[in-house]
Protein backbone atom coordinates (compact mmCIF):
# COMPACT_ATOMS: atom_id res chain seq x y z
CA UNK A 1 0.00 0.00 0.00
CA UNK A 2 1.25 3.06 -0.73
CA UNK A 3 2.39 4.52 1.91
CA UNK A 4 2.93 8.80 3.40
CA UNK A 5 6.56 10.33 4.13
CA UNK A 6 8.00 11.23 7.93
CA UNK A 7 6.95 14.72 6.59
CA UNK A 8 3.51 14.46 6.60
CA UNK A 9 1.52 14.61 9.60
CA UNK A 10 -1.50 12.23 10.92
CA UNK A 11 -3.49 13.56 13.60
CA UNK A 12 -5.74 10.46 15.60
CA UNK A 13 -8.37 12.20 17.65
CA UNK A 14 -9.45 9.57 20.16
CA UNK A 15 -5.64 8.14 19.88
CA UNK A 16 -5.28 7.13 23.40
CA UNK A 17 -8.04 4.75 23.08
CA UNK A 18 -8.42 1.60 21.86
CA UNK A 19 -8.89 1.70 18.41
CA UNK A 20 -6.62 5.32 18.36
CA UNK A 21 -3.64 3.44 20.07
CA UNK A 22 -3.35 0.65 17.60
CA UNK A 23 -3.92 3.22 14.76
CA UNK A 24 -0.92 5.02 16.09
CA UNK A 25 1.21 1.90 16.98
CA UNK A 26 0.72 1.20 12.72
CA UNK A 27 0.91 4.82 11.68
CA UNK A 28 4.03 5.27 12.95
CA UNK A 29 5.08 1.99 11.56
CA UNK A 30 4.36 2.99 7.91
CA UNK A 31 6.90 5.98 8.55
CA UNK A 32 4.41 9.08 9.04
CA UNK A 33 4.48 11.25 11.83
CA UNK A 34 1.71 10.95 14.35
CA UNK A 35 -0.16 13.72 16.33
CA UNK A 36 -2.32 11.83 18.84
CA UNK A 37 -4.71 14.05 20.31
CA UNK A 38 -7.22 13.02 23.47
CA UNK A 39 -9.07 14.07 26.49
CA UNK A 40 -7.75 10.71 28.54
CA UNK A 41 -11.91 10.30 29.05
CA UNK A 42 -11.93 6.69 28.23
CA UNK A 43 -8.10 6.86 26.82
CA UNK A 44 -4.89 6.28 28.55
CA UNK A 45 -1.73 7.25 28.72
CA UNK A 46 -1.02 3.81 29.23
CA UNK A 47 -2.28 2.98 25.88
CA UNK A 48 0.32 4.86 24.00
CA UNK A 49 3.15 4.99 26.78
CA UNK A 50 5.31 2.46 24.35
CA UNK A 51 5.19 5.42 21.87
CA UNK A 52 6.15 8.14 24.11
CA UNK A 53 10.47 7.73 23.13
CA UNK A 54 9.25 7.37 19.61
CA UNK A 55 10.91 10.66 17.33
CA UNK A 56 7.66 10.61 15.11
CA UNK A 57 5.23 10.46 17.70
CA UNK A 58 3.30 13.57 19.51
CA UNK A 59 0.52 13.42 22.27
CA UNK A 60 -1.51 16.06 22.82
CA UNK A 61 -4.04 16.29 26.19
CA UNK A 62 -7.43 18.50 23.98
CA UNK A 63 -10.84 17.98 23.78
CA UNK A 64 -12.42 17.88 20.00
CA UNK A 65 -15.18 20.26 21.41
CA UNK A 66 -12.76 23.19 21.17
CA UNK A 67 -11.06 24.14 18.24
CA UNK A 68 -7.39 23.50 17.40
CA UNK A 69 -4.31 24.97 15.07
CA UNK A 70 -2.52 22.11 13.62
CA UNK A 71 -1.14 21.55 10.79
CA UNK A 72 -1.73 17.90 9.21
CA UNK A 73 -2.39 15.85 6.16
CA UNK A 74 -4.50 13.48 7.37
CA UNK A 75 -7.06 13.38 10.40
CA UNK A 76 -8.78 9.93 11.90
CA UNK A 77 -11.04 11.44 13.87
CA UNK A 78 -11.97 8.80 16.38
CA UNK A 79 -12.70 11.15 19.36
CA UNK A 80 -15.86 9.98 21.37
CA UNK A 81 -16.70 7.18 24.18
CA UNK A 82 -17.95 4.15 22.49
CA UNK A 83 -19.26 2.08 25.10
CA UNK A 84 -22.93 2.64 26.86
CA UNK A 85 -21.77 3.01 30.28
CA UNK A 86 -19.38 5.99 29.10
CA UNK A 87 -21.28 7.63 26.62
CA UNK A 88 -24.52 7.81 28.83
CA UNK A 89 -22.50 9.27 31.87
CA UNK A 90 -22.25 12.88 30.77
CA UNK A 91 -24.85 12.69 27.66
CA UNK A 92 -24.73 16.20 26.73
CA UNK A 93 -20.82 15.84 26.62
CA UNK A 94 -21.19 12.61 24.05
CA UNK A 95 -23.07 14.27 21.81
CA UNK A 96 -21.11 17.45 21.80
CA UNK A 97 -18.13 15.12 20.95
CA UNK A 98 -19.51 13.64 18.06
CA UNK A 99 -21.03 16.96 16.78
CA UNK A 100 -19.04 19.66 18.07
CA UNK A 101 -15.89 17.13 17.53
CA UNK A 102 -16.54 16.72 13.84
CA UNK A 103 -17.59 20.27 13.36
CA UNK A 104 -14.13 21.10 14.93
CA UNK A 105 -11.81 18.61 12.99
CA UNK A 106 -13.82 19.06 9.50
CA UNK A 107 -12.99 23.27 10.01
CA UNK A 108 -9.46 22.34 10.50
CA UNK A 109 -9.42 20.31 7.61
CA UNK A 110 -10.73 22.71 5.39
CA UNK A 111 -8.05 24.85 6.77
CA UNK A 112 -5.12 22.90 6.10
CA UNK A 113 -6.78 20.87 3.13
CA UNK A 114 -5.99 17.66 4.97
CA UNK A 115 -7.98 14.24 4.41
CA UNK A 116 -10.09 13.12 6.88
CA UNK A 117 -12.18 9.78 8.04
CA UNK A 118 -14.81 9.37 10.58
CA UNK A 119 -15.18 6.86 12.57
CA UNK A 120 -18.62 6.36 12.54
CA UNK A 121 -20.61 3.13 13.85
CA UNK A 122 -22.88 0.45 13.23
CA UNK A 123 -25.33 1.96 15.77
CA UNK A 124 -26.46 4.45 13.24
CA UNK A 125 -28.82 1.52 11.85
CA UNK A 126 -30.09 1.36 15.57
CA UNK A 127 -32.53 -1.63 16.03
CA UNK A 128 -32.80 -2.52 12.19
CA UNK A 129 -35.39 -3.96 10.25
CA UNK A 130 -33.21 -5.54 7.49
CA UNK A 131 -30.70 -7.97 7.99
CA UNK A 132 -28.08 -8.09 7.58
CA UNK A 133 -27.12 -4.01 7.27
CA UNK A 134 -26.40 -2.34 3.72
CA UNK A 135 -24.85 1.16 3.89
CA UNK A 136 -27.88 1.97 1.98
CA UNK A 137 -30.55 1.24 4.42
CA UNK A 138 -31.19 4.49 6.63
CA UNK A 139 -31.82 2.96 10.15
CA UNK A 140 -34.19 2.97 12.65
CA UNK A 141 -33.08 4.88 15.38
CA UNK A 142 -34.98 6.38 18.57
CA UNK A 143 -33.97 9.79 18.68
CA UNK A 144 -34.59 10.55 22.20
CA UNK A 145 -33.44 7.65 24.12
CA UNK A 146 -30.77 7.27 26.72
CA UNK A 147 -28.43 5.67 23.57
CA UNK A 148 -29.62 8.76 21.29
CA UNK A 149 -26.62 10.86 22.20
CA UNK A 150 -24.75 8.44 20.76
CA UNK A 151 -26.31 7.71 17.55
CA UNK A 152 -27.68 10.61 16.47
CA UNK A 153 -24.42 11.81 17.91
CA UNK A 154 -22.64 9.94 14.66
CA UNK A 155 -25.41 9.98 12.60
CA UNK A 156 -25.40 14.33 12.81
CA UNK A 157 -21.73 13.50 11.92
CA UNK A 158 -21.83 11.72 8.98
CA UNK A 159 -24.33 14.40 7.61
CA UNK A 160 -21.74 16.99 8.56
CA UNK A 161 -19.18 15.22 6.58
CA UNK A 162 -20.69 14.59 3.83
CA UNK A 163 -22.08 18.43 3.61
CA UNK A 164 -18.13 19.62 4.06
CA UNK A 165 -17.73 17.26 0.72
CA UNK A 166 -20.33 18.40 -1.30
CA UNK A 167 -20.29 22.49 -0.06
CA UNK A 168 -16.63 23.02 0.45
CA UNK A 169 -15.17 19.86 -1.40
CA UNK A 170 -13.28 17.97 1.62
CA UNK A 171 -11.80 15.01 0.88
CA UNK A 172 -13.48 12.71 3.50
CA UNK A 173 -14.04 8.87 4.16
CA UNK A 174 -16.70 7.82 5.89
CA UNK A 175 -16.26 4.03 7.95
CA UNK A 176 -19.53 2.73 9.65
CA UNK A 177 -17.38 0.44 12.12
CA UNK A 178 -19.36 -2.50 14.11
CA UNK A 179 -18.19 -4.19 17.27
CA UNK A 180 -14.74 -4.38 17.40
CA UNK A 181 -12.62 -6.13 19.93
CA UNK A 182 -8.61 -6.86 21.46
CA UNK A 183 -6.40 -5.75 23.74
CA UNK A 184 -6.93 -2.18 24.63
CA UNK A 185 -9.78 -2.26 25.66
CA UNK A 186 -11.55 -0.68 28.57
CA UNK A 187 -12.13 -3.59 31.48
CA UNK A 188 -14.94 -1.54 32.79
CA UNK A 189 -16.63 -0.61 29.57
CA UNK A 190 -19.53 -2.79 30.28
CA UNK A 191 -19.03 -4.24 26.35
CA UNK A 192 -19.64 -8.04 26.40
CA UNK A 193 -16.62 -9.21 25.18
CA UNK A 194 -14.83 -7.06 28.00
CA UNK A 195 -17.67 -8.26 30.52
CA UNK A 196 -17.69 -11.99 29.91
CA UNK A 197 -13.73 -11.66 30.30
CA UNK A 198 -13.66 -9.81 33.08
CA UNK A 199 -16.30 -12.07 34.61
CA UNK A 200 -14.82 -15.35 33.74
CA UNK A 201 -11.32 -14.65 34.79
CA UNK A 202 -12.86 -13.93 37.96
CA UNK A 203 -14.58 -17.13 38.16
CA UNK A 204 -17.90 -15.02 38.44
CA UNK A 205 -21.05 -15.92 37.11
CA UNK A 206 -21.39 -14.29 33.68
CA UNK A 207 -24.13 -11.47 33.27
CA UNK A 208 -26.48 -12.59 29.69
CA UNK A 209 -29.04 -9.81 29.06
CA UNK A 210 -31.93 -11.69 27.51
CA UNK A 211 -32.08 -15.01 27.01
CA UNK A 212 -28.20 -15.05 25.11
CA UNK A 213 -30.31 -15.63 21.70
CA UNK A 214 -29.44 -12.01 20.24
CA UNK A 215 -26.37 -12.06 18.12
CA UNK A 216 -23.45 -9.87 17.51
CA UNK A 217 -20.25 -10.24 15.07
CA UNK A 218 -17.21 -9.56 16.88
CA UNK A 219 -14.36 -8.41 14.40
CA UNK A 220 -10.60 -8.36 15.90
CA UNK A 221 -8.76 -5.16 16.30
CA UNK A 222 -6.02 -5.80 14.19
CA UNK A 223 -8.19 -6.33 11.05
CA UNK A 224 -10.06 -2.86 11.55
CA UNK A 225 -7.15 -1.23 12.10
CA UNK A 226 -5.72 -2.52 8.06
CA UNK A 227 -9.53 -1.69 7.33
CA UNK A 228 -9.22 1.85 8.59
CA UNK A 229 -5.75 2.28 6.67
CA UNK A 230 -7.26 0.60 3.54
CA UNK A 231 -10.13 3.32 3.38
CA UNK A 232 -7.83 6.23 4.45
CA UNK A 233 -5.50 5.27 1.23
CA UNK A 234 -8.78 4.34 -1.18
CA UNK A 235 -9.35 6.28 -4.30
CA UNK A 236 -10.61 9.62 -4.18
CA UNK A 237 -13.68 8.90 -5.53
CA UNK A 238 -13.95 6.57 -2.89
CA UNK A 239 -15.99 8.50 0.00
CA UNK A 240 -18.71 5.78 1.87
CA UNK A 241 -20.33 5.15 3.99
CA UNK A 242 -18.64 1.85 4.60
CA UNK A 243 -19.38 -1.47 6.61
CA UNK A 244 -16.48 -2.24 8.37
CA UNK A 245 -16.71 -4.99 10.73
CA UNK A 246 -16.57 -9.65 10.21
CA UNK A 247 -19.87 -10.63 9.34
CA UNK A 248 -19.71 -13.64 11.19
CA UNK A 249 -22.59 -13.95 13.67
CA UNK A 250 -22.64 -15.81 16.94
CA UNK A 251 -25.30 -16.02 19.31
CA UNK A 252 -24.22 -13.98 22.55
CA UNK A 253 -24.45 -17.20 24.85
CA UNK A 254 -21.81 -18.87 21.96
CA UNK A 255 -19.75 -15.63 22.79
CA UNK A 256 -20.04 -16.70 26.95
CA UNK A 257 -19.57 -20.09 26.46
CA UNK A 258 -16.25 -19.82 24.17
CA UNK A 259 -15.01 -17.43 26.94
CA UNK A 260 -15.54 -19.90 30.01
CA UNK A 261 -13.48 -22.49 27.65
CA UNK A 262 -11.07 -20.29 26.55
CA UNK A 263 -10.07 -19.46 30.10
CA UNK A 264 -10.93 -22.31 31.70
CA UNK A 265 -12.91 -20.55 33.98
CA UNK A 266 -15.58 -21.92 36.43
CA UNK A 267 -17.92 -19.37 36.02
CA UNK A 268 -22.00 -20.03 34.74
CA UNK A 269 -24.41 -17.75 32.93
CA UNK A 270 -26.71 -15.69 34.60
CA UNK A 271 -29.71 -14.27 32.80
CA UNK A 272 -30.89 -10.59 33.10
CA UNK A 273 -33.63 -8.15 31.10
CA UNK A 274 -32.69 -6.79 27.94
CA UNK A 275 -31.77 -3.07 28.39
CA UNK A 276 -34.20 -0.30 26.12
CA UNK A 277 -33.27 -0.16 22.36
CA UNK A 278 -30.42 -3.06 22.89
CA UNK A 279 -30.74 -4.44 18.90
CA UNK A 280 -31.57 -7.90 18.70
CA UNK A 281 -29.42 -8.79 15.84
CA UNK A 282 -26.21 -6.81 14.58
CA UNK A 283 -24.20 -8.33 11.32
CA UNK A 284 -22.48 -6.41 8.68
CA UNK A 285 -22.99 -6.26 5.04
CA UNK A 286 -19.42 -6.08 3.93
CA UNK A 287 -19.63 -6.73 0.25
CA UNK A 288 -18.60 -2.67 -0.62
CA UNK A 289 -15.46 -2.94 1.46
CA UNK A 290 -14.64 -6.47 -0.27
CA UNK A 291 -14.76 -5.14 -3.50
CA UNK A 292 -13.50 -1.55 -2.83
CA UNK A 293 -10.92 -1.85 -0.33
CA UNK A 294 -10.20 -5.62 -1.00
CA UNK A 295 -10.18 -5.82 2.64
CA UNK A 296 -11.72 -8.68 5.06
CA UNK A 297 -11.28 -9.79 8.07
CA UNK A 298 -8.62 -12.65 8.93
CA UNK A 299 -8.57 -12.87 12.83
CA UNK A 300 -10.64 -16.14 13.73
CA UNK A 301 -12.94 -15.26 17.24
CA UNK A 302 -11.11 -17.90 18.79
CA UNK A 303 -7.31 -16.20 18.30
CA UNK A 304 -8.69 -12.78 18.81
CA UNK A 305 -10.23 -14.07 22.51
CA UNK A 306 -6.92 -15.80 23.33
CA UNK A 307 -4.67 -12.44 22.60
CA UNK A 308 -7.81 -10.48 24.10
CA UNK A 309 -7.98 -12.87 27.14
CA UNK A 310 -4.09 -12.75 27.78
CA UNK A 311 -4.03 -8.64 27.66
CA UNK A 312 -6.96 -8.39 30.31
CA UNK A 313 -5.56 -11.24 32.22
CA UNK A 314 -1.97 -9.56 32.69
CA UNK A 315 -4.15 -6.39 33.08
CA UNK A 316 -6.28 -7.75 36.21
CA UNK A 317 -3.26 -9.39 38.04
CA UNK A 318 -1.39 -6.75 37.53
CA UNK A 319 -4.52 -4.60 39.38
CA UNK A 320 -4.97 -6.96 41.87
CA UNK A 321 -1.22 -6.51 42.81
CA UNK A 322 -1.78 -2.78 43.27
CA UNK A 323 0.61 -2.35 40.94
CA UNK A 324 -1.70 0.07 38.68
CA UNK A 325 -3.96 3.03 39.06
CA UNK A 326 -6.79 1.11 36.61
N1 LIG B 1 -14.73 -0.32 19.36
C1 LIG B 1 -15.85 -0.48 18.69
O1 LIG B 1 -16.41 -1.56 18.68
C2 LIG B 1 -16.44 0.67 17.90
C3 LIG B 1 -17.61 0.42 17.17
C4 LIG B 1 -18.18 1.45 16.45
C5 LIG B 1 -17.58 2.69 16.42
N2 LIG B 1 -16.44 2.90 17.14
C6 LIG B 1 -15.90 4.27 17.12
O2 LIG B 1 -14.50 4.24 17.06
C7 LIG B 1 -13.96 5.30 17.85
C8 LIG B 1 -12.96 4.74 18.85
O3 LIG B 1 -13.65 3.83 19.70
P1 LIG B 1 -12.90 2.96 20.81
O4 LIG B 1 -13.57 1.67 20.88
O5 LIG B 1 -11.45 3.03 20.60
O6 LIG B 1 -13.32 3.75 22.12
P2 LIG B 1 -12.42 4.44 23.25
O7 LIG B 1 -13.37 4.99 24.25
O8 LIG B 1 -11.36 3.53 23.71
O9 LIG B 1 -11.74 5.62 22.43
C9 LIG B 1 -12.29 6.91 22.31
C10 LIG B 1 -11.21 7.90 22.64
O10 LIG B 1 -11.70 9.22 22.44
C11 LIG B 1 -11.32 10.02 23.56
N3 LIG B 1 -12.31 11.10 23.66
C12 LIG B 1 -13.61 11.01 23.98
N4 LIG B 1 -14.19 12.23 23.91
C13 LIG B 1 -13.22 13.09 23.53
C14 LIG B 1 -13.18 14.48 23.30
N5 LIG B 1 -14.27 15.24 23.44
N6 LIG B 1 -12.01 15.06 22.94
C15 LIG B 1 -10.88 14.30 22.79
N7 LIG B 1 -10.86 12.97 23.01
C16 LIG B 1 -12.01 12.38 23.37
C17 LIG B 1 -11.33 9.08 24.74
O11 LIG B 1 -10.58 9.54 25.83
C18 LIG B 1 -10.76 7.81 24.10
O12 LIG B 1 -9.35 7.82 24.15
C19 LIG B 1 -15.14 6.01 18.50
O13 LIG B 1 -15.45 7.16 17.75
C20 LIG B 1 -16.25 5.00 18.39
O14 LIG B 1 -17.51 5.62 18.32
C21 LIG B 1 -15.87 1.93 17.89
Given amino acids: MPRLHDYQQVLVTGGAGFLGSHLCDRLLASGV ?18 LFDHPRFELIRHDVTFPIHLEVDEIYNLACAASPIHYQFDPVQTTKSSVHGAINMLGLAKRTRAKILQASTSEVYGDPEVHPQREDYWGRVNPIGPRSCYDEGKRCAET ?73 QSSDDFIGPVNLGNPSEFTIAELA ?15 HPLPQDDPLQRRPDITLARSTLDWQPKVPLDEGLRHTIAYFDELLTTRARGASSL
Fill in 33 to 50: TVVCLDNFFTGNRRNVEQ
Fill in 257 to 271: RKVIDLTGSRSYLVY
Fill in 160 to 232: LFFDYHRQHKLQIKVARIFNTYGPRMHPNDGRVVSNFIRQALHNEPITVYGDGSQTRSFCYVSDMIDALESLM
